[in-house]
């Protein structure tokens, strides 16, 4: 039979069986992996608070958040200056964005998505304002490309 070190590869290597080591701010040995990774939340106030409280939001030794409250006087520079600090943390692998504000920095995720960025993905979900439009979602109108075109999304 086949150990499972022969069939990853060596430790060294990358991958949920053999975690890599990296240091802690505190100096000590941790190992970060493939299921490490966040989940990021950009939203209105009541998206945010379910997924803070469903345990979501953390806040790092410098202060910053894998979260972002948008409401009324959030300026979009602001949203689209926190979309790019969270696309860029290696820690994050999927940001969830409200489909409304999504709308409001769609250049941002189509730049994102043009250069062939998988991780983080970006999913866009509802909000309470609006309801879930697929033909505006960039994943789904992905899925129906993948698929020939042929999925109807009128019923959703």
């Not at 979309?83 to 994102?112: P, S, W, Y």
């Amino acid at each position: 039979s086949e150990s499972p070190r022969s069939h990853f590869g060596s430790r060294r290597q990358c991958n949920p069986f053999f975690p890599t080591p990296t240091t802690s701010a505190m100096g000590r040995k941790k190992f970060l992996n493939q299921t490490d990774m966040k989940v990021a939340v950009i939203g209105d106030e009541d998206t945010v608070t379910g997924f803070v409280l469903a345990g979501v939001g953390q806040r790092d030794g410098q202060g910053a958040t894998n979260f972002l409250t948008v409401d009324s006087k959030t300026k979009r520079r602001d949203v689209e200056e926190k979309f790019h600090e969270m696309a860029g943390r290696k820690d994050i692998g999927v940001i969830l964005i409200n489909q409304t504000i999504a709308e409001d920095i769609r250049h941002v995720l189509t730049d994102h998505t043009a250069r062939g960025i998988v991780v983080p993905t970006v999913l866009e979900i509802p909000s309470k304002e609006k309801p879930y439009d697929p033909n505006a979602d960039q994943v789904m109108q992905r899925v129906k490309v993948f698929f020939g075109g042929n999925i109807d999304t009128s019923d959703w």
